[in-house]
Each structure stands twice: as structure tokens, then as C-alpha cells.
């Protein structure tokens, strides 16, 4: 029996136009001596938290406003990359995730993040 809580992935380790094992922003990477080269790609690059790249939650947004905090959801990920070579942008891994619904951290006072500066410093400005 399956954990409701593993995440689900498929890889596709070829292009699947012309069948090339060659990706445009992996082989980079690996030119470069990253680590974690096959996780690079034109909306992605690996993380403390894994690969991002397109995702989200798979969720009604009304649905999602009622839930409770500690509601599971699928979160769904899908990083891209370019054929190196005929050039197709595809997908070369998809997961899908079990996610909870959270608080999120505390607004600092004075509102988000640091107070807004001018960009020629304080008092300063174009003249």
C-alpha cells in the first residue's frame, strides 16, 4: 500500500520529439561542474528545498479560503527545460506533493518587509 503522504514523480530523460538525451540548461551545468546538473533547467535550479519550477497548488481557490490550517492539498511541480538538440521546451520531471495548508509568519511592524527608501538616499532626489 502507497503513502498518501510520498510524492509521485515521473522523469523523462528524453526529448520526446526526437529523442535526444542532450538539455540545453543541464548540459550547462554540467560543463560548469554543478552538483545536482540534471536538475538544472530554464525555470529551475536545486535547492535546500528541491527543484523549483512551475508549481502549485492543485486546489479551488474558494475551497482553499474555507479550509482549515493543517487541510492537505497535491502541489504539483514541473521544471522545464530546452532540447539541446531541436530546441522543444518540455518537461523533464513532474511530481506531485501532499501539502498543508499553513499560517504564515507574522507581518513586522510598520508593515512588509524594511520601510521604502529613495533610490538616490534619504532627502535626496533628482534635481
Request: with cysteine.
Amino acid at each position: 500500500m502507497k503513502d498518501e503522504n510520498q510524492p509521485i514523480i515521473k522523469t523523462f530523460d528524453k526529448c520526446p520529439v526526437c529523442g535526444s538525451t542532450e538539455r540545453f540548461v543541464a548540459d550547462l551545468a554540467r560543463k560548469e561542474g554543478l552538483e545536482n546538473a540534471e536538475m538544472y533547467g530554464l525555470n529551475c535550479r536545486p535547492g535546500p528545498q528541491g527543484p523549483h519550477g512551475f508549481m502549485g497548488p492543485v486546489i479551488d481557490e474558494k475551497k482553499m479560503a474555507a479550509a482549515l490550517i493543517g487541510h492537505k492539498f497535491p502541489l504539483y511541480i514541473a521544471p522545464i527545460d530546452a532540447c539541446g538538440k531541436c530546441g522543444l521546451v518540455y518537461t523533464f520531471r513532474q511530481e506531485v506533493h501532499i501539502a498543508k495548508k499553513m499560517l504564515l509568519p507574522a507581518t513586522p511592524p510598520g508593515g512588509r518587509g524594511s520601510p521604502i527608501i529613495p533610490p538616490f538616499g534619504p532627502g535626496k532626489g533628482l534635481t
